[in-house]
């Protein structure tokens, strides 16, 4: 996915809800350093092309496509579009940027962190996508552009999925399983190998604990946290 693809797509994350900006926002400030990450210490290298690893992957990614269903197909589908809506069905209908605009503008900010980073580290490796590699895999949606290694798509739904927890401890399980599913799609798809989504998940991990760091961002999950404890403890 190219930033501005991926700059689009968290764009609709936040705005789900409603057609204009957030009024009611959080700080602007970005929340983690300034840093450069080192990816390969954070997530390590994908398996070499052509090597025993690598062929077993695609023997993975293949058996997943034998297994789809047209009903994994439009899930797939759905989660490349408003992530929300998903984390909706495991934390309820009242997850919008309408009922909760403190809570949204801390997901704008964390997005703004994490997109361009997503996209620093798939330019370490450049890895190329499955169905590049075999010629046997037929991706089941439209094709993304940008690099395969780690998927972005996992990547956010893991740390939106962790963000969430925080506020929501009791369904901290139900979303990360969630977000794995997001993520497997990926694979079910013909999107990405199985260890673009182990990466996804370090990488997320990474972020989250460097937000849980910031003095900034733990003053803005606290009043989000407050928001939703308000808002859904409402009838």
């Not at 496509?65 to 759905?78: G, K, L, P, Y």
């Not at 949204?104 to 450049?126: Q, S």
Request: charged residues 25%; glycine residues 6%; contains cysteine.
């Amino acid at each position: 996915m190219k930033h501005g693809a991926l700059k689009t797509w968290l764009g609709t994350l936040i705005m789900v809800g409603s057609l204009t900006p957030l009024q009611a926002a959080a700080t602007e400030a970005f929340y983690l350093p300034s840093e450069p990450d080192d990816f390969r210490a954070i997530v390590g290298d994908p398996p070499t092309n052509a090597s025993a690893e690598a062929r077993r992957e695609i023997d993975i990614v293949l058996r997943e496509q034998s297994r789809r269903t047209a009903a994994d197909v439009a899930r797939i589908q759905a989660e490349a579009g408003p992530m929300v809506v998903a984390f909706a069905e495991v934390v309820g209908p009242k997850l919008t940027a309408r009922q909760l605009p403190l809570t949204f503008a801390l997901i704008r900010n964390v997005g703004k962190d994490i997109g361009e980073r997503i996209e620093d580290a798939k330019r370490v490796w450049n890895r190329s996508r499955p169905w590049e590699d075999d010629p046997r895999i037929k991706p089941s949606i439209a094709l993304p552009t940008g690099t395969s290694y780690p998927a972005a798509l996992a990547v956010s739904a893991r740390v939106y999925a962790l963000v969430l927890g925080e506020l929501f401890p009791e369904k901290r399980s139900a979303l990360l399983a969630r977000s794995w599913l997001i993520g497997w799609g990926r694979v079910m798809a013909g999107l990405h190998y199985p260890s673009d989504i182990a990466g996804s998940l370090k990488l997320g991990d990474y972020y989250v604990q460097q937000l849980l760091a910031s003095a900034a961002f733990r003053d803005d999950l606290a009043k989000a946290r407050a928001e939703c404890q308000r808002v859904f403890a409402q009838p």
